[in-house]
């Protein structure tokens, strides 16, 4: 669910959609996603100052907050 939505916000940002790649880890007391995108696309979804890599984060906090593992995304 988390990966779908991660696929969700990002695509509308970026100029090779088709080039999202979410992988997911889990640890003992978190998850990982690793989101993957476009050379050129990086700087969009990092945002200025990492507003957007922040909004993203804080979206996955509120809708994981049912977990009981920690959510992580790195922008690879």
Known sequence: MLKALIEAMVAPLVDFPEQIVVHQREE???????????????GK?????????RAFRTVL?????????????DIL
């Open 61 to 73: 906090r509120a809708a994981s907050a049912d977990h009981e593992k920690r959510i992580y995304l």
């Open 28 to 42: 003992q007391h978190k998850v990982i996603y690793q989101l993957q995108v476009h050379e050129s696309d990086i």
């Open 45 to 53: 979804v990092i945002g200025k100052h990492g507003s957007n890599a």
